[in-house]
T-cell receptor, first 117, second 111 residues
Framework: GAVVSQHPSWVICKSGTSVKIECRSL??????MFWYRQFPKQSLMLMAT?????????EQGVEKDKFLINHASLTLSTLTVTSAHPEDSSFYIC?????????????FGQGTRLTVV | TQLLEQSPQFLSIQEGENLTVYCNSS?????LQWYRQEPGEGPVLLVT?????EVKKLKRLTFQFGDARKDSSLHITAAQPGDTGLYLC???????????FGKGTLLTVNP
């Protein structure tokens, strides 16, 4: 299957600082990527849909100004958590769809464990 | 809003036992996918089912898509400790290729 790489895999930051997470599709082009948040032992919660060359589409209840998404190329989307606070601590995962490859599905990055202290 | 009800939420069994995980919805999906996730990692795609009534097998795992494309099941035969993980079903049916995820089934297979 296709490969999606997410970086960093974990990050610890001080409250009030910003953190950038990168999501790259390594062997295919992704016009659409998705950003999820996951709490321990729970399912994935979609935060936003990242569209190459245009503004991201945010899910209801997700603050656009807090979670900045940039999808500047067909292989890279970034999520910036601005002015992070302890309640932003979570596991963030990106995914991309490969519509040309097999099997047809979504491929996920390794996830980023964010801890805000 | 499309919803996927996944059950059971937790399952702890002994090595060698069989199990079935269910995903049900009142909505029709164009495809349904199953993922397995280990702690601290992203979900890994196991299978995609597209046709109503479709059955796919992946070694000891059997996936079925309901005739009406509203539900799916995952059956594991002779479970092994290596099968331990969070199993997620996800349906596609909305716009912009978004996936609707079930709440997940946390499976523990004890040796």
């Amino acid at each position: 299957g296709a490969v999606v790489s997410q970086h960093p895999s974990w990050v610890i930051c001080k409250s009030g600082t910003s953190v950038k997470i990168e999501c790259r599709s390594l062997d295919f082009q992704a016009t659409t990527m998705f950003w999820y948040r996951q709490f321990p032992k729970q399912s994935l919660m979609l935060m936003a849909t990242s569209n190459e060359g245009s503004k991201a589409t945010y899910e209801q209840g997700v603050e656009k100004d807090k979670f900045l998404i940039n999808h500047a190329s067909l292989t890279l989307s970034t999520l910036t958590v601005t002015s992070a606070h302890p309640e932003d601590s979570s596991f963030y995962i990106c995914s991309a769809r490969d519509f040309q490859g097999s099997p047809f599905g979504a491929f996920f990055g390794q996830g980023t464990r964010l801890t805000v202290v | 809003t499309q919803l996927l009800e996944q059950s059971p939420q937790f399952l702890s069994i002994q090595e060698g036992e069989n199990l079935t995980v269910y995903c049900n919805s009142s909505s029709v999906f164009s495809s349904l996918q199953w993922y397995r996730q280990e702690p601290g990692e992203g979900p890994v795609l196991l299978v995609t089912v597209v046709t109503g009534g479709e059955v796919k097998k992946l070694k000891r795992l059997t996936f079925q898509f309901g005739d009406a494309r509203k539900d799916s099941s995952l059956h594991i035969t002779a479970a092994q400790p290596g099968d331990t993980g969070l199993y997620l079903c996800a349906g596609e049916g909305g716009s912009n290729y978004k996936l609707t995820f079930g709440k997940g089934t946390l499976l523990t297979v004890n040796p």
